[in-house]
């Protein structure tokens, strides 16, 4: 059974910054690759950055580009975003999700296992 935990969510200034992280279980970790996602209320699920297995290759939605680090400690199991300038439009419920496959993806569909999501709230 994949499980994945986020934490390090919550409230932040904007301007502020944030670091989540995944904590994964259930699987061989350093096979494959992961992802973060985010849902702001009343909006769809979409994607933040993607992260391939051993982290050598990432990619970055628009907005987060810049602002924005995925990394992954393979060791230990777990991935993190770097939340950086933080602003009012950050706010969301992010996700880390976990592919079956090595190479990233910035698909929802290429993901099989999500977490249960951890709140940011950027006050402006």
């Known amino acids: 059974q994949v499980q994945l935990v986020e934490s390090g969510g919550g409230l932040v200034q904007a301007g502020g910054s944030l670091r989540l992280s995944c904590a994964a279980s259930?699987?061989?970790?350093?096979?494959?690759?992961m992802g973060w996602f985010r849902q702001a209320p009343g909006k769809e699920r979409e994607f933040v950055a993607s992260?391939?297995?051993?982290?050598?290759?990432?990619y970055y939605a628009d907005f987060a580009k810049g602002r924005f680090t995925i990394s992954r400690d393979n060791a230990k199991n777990t991935m993190y975003l770097q939340m950086n300038s933080l602003k009012p439009e950050d706010t969301a419920v992010y996700y880390c999700?976990?592919?079956?496959?090595?190479?990233?993806?910035?698909?929802?569909?290429?993901?099989?296992?999500w977490g249960q999501g951890t709140r940011v709230t950027v006050s402006s």
């Open positions: 259930g699987r061989t970790f350093s096979r494959y690759a």
């Open positions: 999700a976990g592919r079956q496959f090595p190479l990233l993806s910035t698909s929802r569909s290429g993901y099989a296992y």
């Open positions: 992260i391939n297995w051993n982290g050598g290759d990432t």
